[in-house]
């Protein structure tokens, strides 16, 4: 599976962002997907998780209430809408699936890695 993450840009605190995972492949359906993200100087820590088949979610406190996730598997998509924006959200967010139809928030639990697309918040 390759994944391709796009739609990050910089916004202003209190702004929307929507950013996209495009997977390859026909399994792409069966795989759980996360997005992760990345600050300067900081470790890859777990966003938000869809099951295989989107019906079942899981956040991080951080995001719970502000972000959302959802996927459309007949387009091999998955999407965050990231409402509210914070400086603190500034990072790189990258998308990862995994061999299962569930959602982890453990970084070594994927298998595959999108390249990142930069989020930047101003305050």
């Known amino acids: 599976v390759q994944l391709q993450a796009s739609g990050g840009g910089l916004v202003q605190s209190g702004d929307s962002l929507r950013v996209s995972c495009e997977g390859s492949?026909?399994?792409?359906?069966?795989?759980?997907v996360g997005w992760f993200r990345q600050a300067p100087g900081k470790e890859r820590e777990f966003v938000a998780g869809v099951s295989a088949s989107g019906e079942t979610s899981a956040y991080d406190d951080s995001v719970k209430g502000r972000f959302s996730i959802s996927r459309d598997n007949s387009a091999n998509a998955v999407f965050l809408q990231m409402n509210r924006l914070r400086p603190e959200d500034t990072a790189i967010y990258y998308c990862a699936a995994r061999r299962s139809i569930w959602p982890h928030m453990g970084v070594r639990e994927y298998d595959f890695w999108g390249q990142g697309t930069q989020v930047t918040v101003s305050s």
């Open positions: 492949g026909r399994t792409f359906s069966s795989y759980a």
